[in-house]
């Protein structure tokens, strides 16, 4: 399988990280139950417009994006979920809905959850549905440079 754009930066980074081959999934939960993966350790990416830009907002997989929130934190009312032709294009590399959580790889903004900011790995989507990237977030930050923000509540009981 020819490498991602993703996995060519991270080893042009000599970054450590595991690839984790699971069922195809089409939510985060559902990748971390087939994946064995804790889902308060995956990392799901949420394509967000503020100010009519392309953003990223990246969240632990049992939350879910607090709209207001957001606005508070980037001080505008212009924020909205993208819709999936909004953003489809602008991850030629990847399965529809399956784009990492590397803002920095595709000129856009992210924002990371403050609860993720505190894990020591992190695991997320690796340009599609059956196939995760796992590293420690003390990289993905390095990488990346998130705003890490107090973005996320809860959906779903935390065991």
Not at 6 to 31: C, G, M, P, W
Not at 36 to 53: F, L, P, Q, W
Not at 102 to 125: C, H, P, Q, R
């Amino acid at each position: 399988m020819p490498l991602t754009r993703l996995e060519k930066f991270l080893d042009l980074e000599h970054i450590n990280y595991k690839r984790i081959v699971h069922s195809r999934a089409y939510t985060a939960q559902k990748t971390a139950a087939y994946a064995h993966i804790s889902g308060k350790e995956i990392a799901k990416t949420v394509m967000v417009k503020v100010n009519g830009r392309l953003c990223m907002v990246v969240l632990p997989a049992s939350y879910q994006v607090d709209l207001n929130e957001l606005k508070r934190a980037t001080g505008t009312d212009q924020v909205r979920l993208a819709t999936e032709s909004e953003f489809k294009n602008a991850f030629v590399d990847c399965e529809v809905g399956a784009q990492p959580p590397f803002g920095n790889l595709y000129n856009m903004d992210v924002f990371v959850a403050e609860k993720l900011s505190k894990d020591t790995t992190i695991a997320f989507n690796a340009c599609n549905h059956a196939e995760l990237i796992q590293m420690t977030y003390k990289d993905y930050q390095r990488l990346v440079h998130p705003t890490v923000l107090k973005l996320s509540r809860t959906t779903i009981a935390e065991a």
